[in-house]
């Protein structure tokens, strides 16, 4: 029934009282914080509500792990655990392949958490195409506190400012990796309210590969000597990025 008749008699054709300007209006006005970027055009999400379902799990080091985890999700009830384990060049990493798309800029968001022993939390794309890879990284470094991305001879680059995230067990801060995926080049990396313009920077390539293909990961990485756990949520993927 309209708003302020009851329940019999006539029917008044139904009005909105007020008009929602978008969909981000209407989250708001629901309670619901916004945490992700609006950019671009979804080709994935997920909050883990499902489990890690069509992710591809790679580890490396003594008890590196990635598993669902029951506590502290930033959204729903799950969230996905990325633990590093110890020993040499230790990681934990999710990664997922998505068709290529018609040419356009992609992007890769997550939340995520940090621990003490957390090294870097990277926003990873990778394309392979015409018989080359491209690798394009880019990664927060807990320990120097730089933003970091990987350049066109395999190194991590620092730039901008340092900056120091929180440490803590919920996945309270947000990173978003963008990609030209045409000029094999980066677009921008943001983390939190900090935006790093890398627009015409190279990605690493290599001549290895052959099968085309192309796929998105979130990588933690942690120290030799201590085990790190860094909690993913709300991954997304698109399409369509403004450049």
């Known amino acids: 029934m309209p708003r302020g008749l009851p329940d019999w008699g006539l029917v008044r ?3 909105f009282f007020s008009g929602l300007d978008d969909l981000g209006e209407a989250v708001a006005r629901l309670g619901s914080p916004v945490v992700w970027d609006r950019r671009g055009d979804v080709l994935f999400a997920t909050d883990f ?14 008890d590196s792990q990635v598993a669902l985890g029951a506590s502290w999700a930033r959204h729903g009830a799950y ?22 798309e018609l040419g356009s800029a992609c992007g890769l968001e ?41 350049d066109s001879a395999g190194d991590y ?9 929180l440490q803590g067990v919920s996945p309270q801060h947000s990173m978003k990796l963008v990609v030209d995926t045409d000029a094999m080049t980066y677009v921008y990396f943001r983390l939190n309210s900090w935006v790093y313009d890398l627009r015409g920077l190279q990605g690493q390539s290599l001549s290895t590969y052959n099968a085309d293909n192309r796929w998105f990961g979130v990588s ?24």
């Not at 655990?81 to 068709?99: C, H, M, Q, S």
């Not at 392979?128 to 890879?133: P, Q, S, T």
């Not at 949520?233 to 399409?239: K, N, P, Q, R, S």
Request: proline share 4%.
């Open 110 to 150: 997550a939340g995520f958490s940090v621990d003490y022993y957390t090294l870097r939390l990277e926003a990873q794309v990778a394309v392979a195409v015409g018989g080359r890879l491209w690798y394009m990284f880019a990664a927060y470094n807990h320990q120097s506190g730089r933003v970091e991305y990987l």
């Open 157 to 165: 680059t620092p730039v901008g400012d340092s900056v120091r995230l």
């Open 220 to 243: 933690h990485s942690g120290q030799a000597t201590a085990l790190a756990t860094s909690r993913i949520d709300d991954v997304i993927i698109t399409e369509n990025e403004p450049i």
């Open 49 to 62: 509500h499902s489990g890690i379902c069509g992710a591809e799990i790679d580890a490396a080091g003594v």
């Open 13 to 15: 054709k139904p009005h």
């Open 79 to 100: 969230c996905a655990e990325l633990d590093a384990g110890t020993g040499t060049l230790p990681y934990a990493r999710l990664r997922w392949r998505v068709p290529f």
